[in-house]
C-alpha cells in the first residue's frame, strides 16, 4: 500500500495533462468531424474530394507516425508546435477523420421522406440540415462519437512519446528510476485510463437514452 | 429537347391560356433510365380546380405531382405555374436551368402530402406544424402558433400538440402532414396516395378532412388516388393515366360512369367487387 501512497501523487501532474490534452481534442475532433462529415456530402464534387484525400489520409496511416510528422518533421517547413498543441492537433485531425464517418453515415441514415417534407415546405437547404436532418442525425451518431472518445483518449498515450508528460510518460519514469515499482506504476496507470473512460461510457448511455424519444420512423 | 425548342413552345403558347391556368404541364416527358415514366404530357389545372389522378401503378400519376413539386426533374418539356416557368428561368429570351433561388420563390405555391406522412419525428405534433410557418414564412411564434392550433382543430387533433408523431395512429399522422402543409397557404396542394398506407378502418377520417377542405377552401387540389368514390366527391376532374399518357379526362361522372376506353373500363371493374 506505501508504494501506491507513493507513486500515485507523483502519477497525478500526468493525469492533468492526459485529461487537458483529451479534453481539447475532443473538442477539436467533433468540430473537424462535422466541417468533414459535412463537406462530404457536399454538392460541389471539388469540396468532396479533397474531404475525402484528407479522411483517407488521416485514417490510412498511423497516429503515432502522424503525431512524429506535426512535431518532428513540420518544423522543417518553419511550423513549429508545442508538444501540447501538436498532441491536439495529431489527435483531433486523426479522429477528426474518424468521426467524420460517424457524420457522414449519420445523415445518410435519414430516410428520403424527411428531406422531401423540407424541401415541400420550402426550406433552404441549410434549414433542411439544421432543423431536420441534424437533430435526427445526432441522435444516431452519439454511439459512434462515444466510442471515438473512448479510442481517443487511449490514443492520448502516444503524446508521451513526443515529450508531453502525460500520465503514462510520468508513469514511465517513476518505472525507470525504480524498476522494482514496475508492478503498481502499471496497475495505478490501468486504472487511471480506466477511471477516466468510465464517465464516457455512462455519459454515452445516459445521452443516448435522453435522446431515443421521438426517434421512430414517423 | 433543347432548350431552343422550349422556348418555342412557350412563346406559341396562347397569352390568354397562360393568365388562366395556374398550373401547366407542356409536353413534359419523364426518363428513368430507358424507363419512359412519362410521355410529353399535356396537362393545365386552372386556380382552385380540384383535379384526380387515376391510373394503374407505373402509369406515371406520382411522377407528375412530384415534378411540380420539384422532387422529380423533368427530362424535357416545360411546367408552368402561375405563367413562370418552375424548372427553368428566363435570363432575357432564352430559358435556362433554374437555381435554387428561382425555385424557391415558386414553391411557395405549392404544398404536399407524402403516402408516408413523413412528419418530422423529432418536433412535437404543434412544432411539425409551425416549423416552416416560423422559418420560411417569417411569421412570429404567435402568429405561426395560432395558425397551426387553428388548423390542427379543423382536422380534429388539437388535443394532441404536444404529442410526438410516434404516439399517433397513422390516420391522424396524416391528418397532421395535412395540416402541416395547409398553414403554409399554397396555390395548388398536391396529395399523393395518401391513404395507401393507412389500415382500412383509418382510411375514412383522412378522406373527411380533404373533403373538407375542398369544400371550403379556393386552393387547386392535384389528388393522386386509388379512391374512386372519393375521386367522384371531390374532384371537378377526373384524369386517367395509362403507360405515361392520358388516355381519358373528363366530369367524374363521365369517367367513372361512362367509361369511354377499353383500358378504362377494364381498370375501373377492378374496383367495382
Redesign the interface.
Known amino acids: 500500500m506505501d508504494t501506491y501512497k507513493e507513486i500515485i501523487p507523483l502519477i497525478l501532474p500526468g493525469l492533468t495533462i492526459t485529461l487537458k490534452v483529451l479534453v481539447a481534442s475532443v473538442a477539436l475532433a467533433i468540430s473537424v468531424a462535422f466541417v468533414a462529415g459535412l463537406a462530404r456530402l457536399s454538392r460541389f464534387a471539388l469540396v468532396r474530394k479533397i474531404t475525402a484525400v484528407y479522411v483517407e489520409l488521416f485514417r490510412g496511416t498511423s497516429l503515432l507516425v502522424q503525431l512524429f510528422w506535426i512535431f518532428f518533421a513540420l518544423p522543417a517547413f518553419g511550423i513549429q508546435f508545442s508538444p501540447f498543441l501538436a498532441s491536439v492537433v495529431a489527435l483531433g485531425l486523426n479522429y477528426g477523420a474518424y468521426g467524420s464517418e460517424v457524420v457522414r453515415s449519420a445523415i445518410l441514415a435519414i ?1 428520403n ?2 428531406t ?2 423540407s ?7 441549410w ?1 433542411r440540415m439544421r ?2 436532418i441534424l ?2 442525425a445526432l ?1 444516431i451518431m452519439l454511439p459512434g462519437f462515444g466510442n471515438n472518445a473512448i479510442e481517443l483518449l487511449k490514443g492520448t498515450s502516444l503524446v508521451s512519446l513526443i515529450t508531453l508528460t502525460d500520465l503514462t510518460y510520468k508513469g514511465l519514469i517513476i518505472q525507470n528510476n525504480n524498476l522494482s515499482y514496475t508492478f503498481p506504476v502499471f496497475v495505478v496507470l490501468l486504472l487511471f485510463y480506466f477511471i477516466i473512460a468510465l464517465p464516457l461510457i455512462f455519459g454515452v448511455r445516459k445521452l443516448e437514452k435522453n435522446a431515443s ?6 | 429537347m433543347s432548350l431552343g425548342l422550349m422556348e418555342k413552345q412557350l412563346n406559341n403558347q396562347q397569352v390568354a391560356d397562360q393568365e388562366q391556368a395556374l398550373v401547366k404541364y407542356e409536353n413534359v416527358k419523364k426518363q428513368f433510365g430507358d424507363n419512359e415514366v412519362l410521355k410529353g404530357l399535356n396537362l393545365a389545372i386552372q386556380p382552385g380546380e380540384k383535379v384526380a389522378l387515376i391510373g394503374p401503378s407505373g402509369s406515371g400519376k406520382t411522377t407528375i405531382i412530384r415534378m411540380l ?3 422529380e426533374k423533368p427530362t424535357s418539356g416545360v411546367i408552368t405555374i402561375g405563367g413562370e416557368p418552375l424548372w427553368h428561368k428566363k435570363v432575357g429570351e432564352k430559358l435556362v436551368p433554374a437555381d ?1 433561388k428561382h425555385l ?1 420563390r415558386l ?2 405555391d ?3 402530402v ?1 403516402q ?8 412535437t405534433i404543434l412544432r411539425n406544424v409551425t ?2 410557418p416560423i ?2 414564412l417569417g411569421l412570429s411564434k404567435e402568429e405561426a402558433t395560432e395558425r397551426a392550433v387553428d388548423m390542427l382543430n379543423k382536422v380534429g387533433l388539437g388535443d394532441k400538440l404536444d404529442a ?3 404516439q399517433l395512429s397513422g390516420g391522424q ?1 396524416q391528418r397532421v402532414a395535412i395540416a ?2 395547409v398553414v ?1 397557404r399554397p396555390k395548388v396542394m398536391l396529395f399523393d396516395e395518401v391513404t395507401s398506407a393507412l389500415d382500412p378502418e383509418l382510411v375514412g377520417e383522412v378522406l373527411q378532412v380533404i373533403k373538407d377542405l375542398a369544400e371550403e377552401t379556393d386552393m387547386a387540389m392535384i389528388l393522386v388516388t386509388h379512391e374512386m368514390d372519393f375521386a367522384r366527391d371531390v374532384a371537378d376532374r377526373v384524369v386517367f393515366l395509362h403507360n405515361g399518357q392520358i388516355e381519358e379526362q373528363g366530369k367524374p361522372s363521365e369517367i367513372l360512369e361512362n367509361p369511354k376506353s377499353e383500358r378504362l373500363q377494364s381498370f375501373l371493374s377492378r374496383f367495382l367487387a
Do not use: S
Not at chain 2, 408516408?116 to 418536433?123: D, E, G, R, S, V
Open positions: 430516410p421522406g424527411q422531401e417534407a424541401i415541400a415546405l420550402n426550406m433552404t437547404r434549414q432543423l431536420v437533430p435526427q441522435r424519444r421521438g426517434v421512430a420512423k414517423a | 413539386m420539384t422532387l435554387e424557391r414553391r411557395t405549392i404544398g404536399m407524402f408516408h406522412f413523413n412528419l418530422f419525428p423529432h418536433m416549423e416552416a422559418h420560411v410526438y408523431p410516434e399522422k402541416r402543409a403554409m
